[in-house]
């Protein structure tokens, strides 16, 4: 694991794409991939999406760029999707193809990488779940399982992280 911190700039610009992101979403009626389990919780989630996004790539000194409405895009160069969730576990949807997919945690002012995984050797049955039963399964890499330093793919690397 390894922790990154943002500064209050990096805070308010992350916050401020999760914003974009969250009012777009509203604005054009877009259906949440899950309810609410208080309010906000969408808001909130974009917001910290977005800040981990920007943590990773200041943890492996890429470009962070603030997208809205760029949904099937990687997230960071051309290939790397970002998860952030409160646990640290990697949710990879079944429509990830070929992506590398990285586990981070945290909250303002501080986010956790976990490690990474590639999309297509995530999609193992035993990790396959609806934990909420809303119908929407994804896969669930538990933390022990994720890979940690450099991200590669046969001989081709995206990203070193310390």
């Given at each position: 694991?390894?922790q ?10 992350g916050c401020?794409v999760?914003?974009?992101?969250h ?11 899950f ?11 974009h ?19 603030p ?9 960071v ?12 576990l990697?949710?990879v ?5 070929n ?9 303002l002012p ?18 396959k ?11 669930f890499v ?8 450099k991200i ?8 070193s992280v310390?």
């Amino acid at each position: 694991m390894a922790q990154v911190e943002l500064t209050y700039q990096e805070m308010v610009l992350g916050c401020t794409v999760g914003l974009h992101r969250h009012t777009e979403s509203v604005a054009k009626r877009r259906t949440p991939h899950f309810p609410e389990k208080f309010p906000d919780q969408m808001l909130l989630s974009h917001q910290l999406g977005a800040c981990a996004e920007l943590a990773f790539c200041k943890l492996v000194d890429r470009f962070y760029s603030p997208t809205v409405n760029t949904f099937k895009a990687p997230d960071v160069g051309d290939d790397i999707e970002v998860r952030w969730s409160n646990n640290g576990l990697l949710k990879v949807r079944p429509d990830d193809v070929n992506v590398f997919c990285v586990a981070m945690s945290g909250n303002l002012p501080e986010f956790v990488y976990h490690g990474w995984m590639w999309s297509e050797d995530a999609k193992r049955d035993e990790w396959k779940a609806d934990p909420n039963g809303w119908g929407k399964p994804a896969y669930f890499v538990p933390k022990d399982q994720l890979r940690r330093g450099k991200i590669k793919r046969e001989g081709k690397q995206v990203a070193s992280v310390n």
